[in-house]
T-cell receptor, first 112, second 113 residues
C-alpha cells in the first residue's frame, strides 16, 4: 500500500520547456489536489478534482493544466515553464466523506 | 469561501502545553475542521479532525466551541520534535460534491529547551 506517489522527486527545467508531474494513489480517494509551496510560504491550491472526470481551478491555476486520467491518477502539466514556477509541488488525495488529506512526498522543481 | 486565520508564529519550551487557535467565521454546517503538521521538506501530515465539542487522540486535542467559528489545537507537553508548521483547514463544499481544500498561512511553532 504505497499511499500517494509522486514522480519525479526532483526536476530542473529551462525556461520554456514543458513537463508533466505525475501523481497516483492507491487509497481509493475520490478527490485529488495539486498544491505548490514556495520557500517559507504556505501551500497554495493549483487545481483539484472532486471526482473522476472533473477538474477545477484553485487559487493559482495560471500556467498549469491538469488531467484526471482515472480515479487513481491526477497529473499536472506545465506547458511552458517559467522561473516563477520554481517551487515544491505536492499532490494529495482525500475521501469526500471526511476530507482528510493524504500527501505525496513532493516534487522539487527548479526552472532556470 | 471558508477561510482560516491563525497566528503566524508561536514559541514554547519543552514540557509546556501549547494551544494554537484558528478562526473560521464562514464555516458551513457540514464542514469538518482538520489540523495538519508540516516539517521542512515534507508534505503536511494529518493530526486531528473534529466537528464540534472536543476530540482527543494520542498526539493532540481539538476544542471547538458551540458556534464553530474557531477551534483550538492543544499539544500537551511539547518536545523539540514538535517544532513544525501547523495548519487548520475547513472544508469548502462544492455543489457537485467534494471539497475545495485551501490552506491558510499556518502557524510556525518553535519549541526550545
Amino acid at each position: 500500500n504505497a499511499g500517494v506517489t509522486q514522480t519525479p522527486k526532483f526536476q530542473v527545467l529551462k525556461t520554456g520547456q514543458s513537463m508533466t508531474l505525475q501523481c497516483a494513489q492507491d487509497m481509493n480517494h475520490n478527490s485529488m489536489y495539486w498544491y505548490r509551496q514556495d520557500p517559507g510560504m504556505g501551500l497554495r491550491l493549483i487545481y483539484y478534482s472532486a471526482s473522476e472526470g472533473t477538474t477545477d481551478k484553485g487559487e493559482v491555476p495560471n500556467g498549469y493544466n491538469v488531467s484526471r486520467l482515472n480515479k487513481r491518477e491526477f497529473s499536472l502539466r506545465l506547458e511552458s515553464a517559467a522561473p516563477s514556477q520554481t517551487s515544491v509541488y505536492f499532490c494529495a488525495g482525500s475521501d469526500r466523506r471526511d476530507e482528510k488529506l493524504f500527501f505525496g512526498s513532493g516534487t522539487q522543481l527548479s526552472v532556470l | 469561501l471558508a477561510k482560516t486565520t491563525q497566528p503566524i508564529s508561536m514559541d514554547s519550551y519543552e514540557g509546556q502545553e501549547v494551544n494554537i487557535t484558528c478562526s473560521h467565521n464562514n464555516i458551513a454546517t457540514n464542514d469538518y475542521i482538520t489540523w495538519y503538521q508540516q516539517f521542512p521538506s515534507q508534505g503536511p501530515r494529518f493530526i486531528i479532525q473534529g466537528y464540534k465539542t472536543k476530540v482527543t487522540n494520542e498526539v493532540a486535542s481539538l476544542f471547538i466551541p458551540a458556534d464553530r467559528k474557531s477551534s483550538t489545537l492543544s499539544l500537551p507537553r511539547v518536545s523539540l520534535s514538535d517544532t513544525a508548521v501547523y495548519y487548520c483547514l475547513v472544508g469548502d463544499q462544492l455543489t457537485g460534491g467534494g471539497n475545495k481544500l485551501t490552506f491558510g498561512t499556518g502557524t510556525q511553532l518553535k519549541v526550545e529547551l
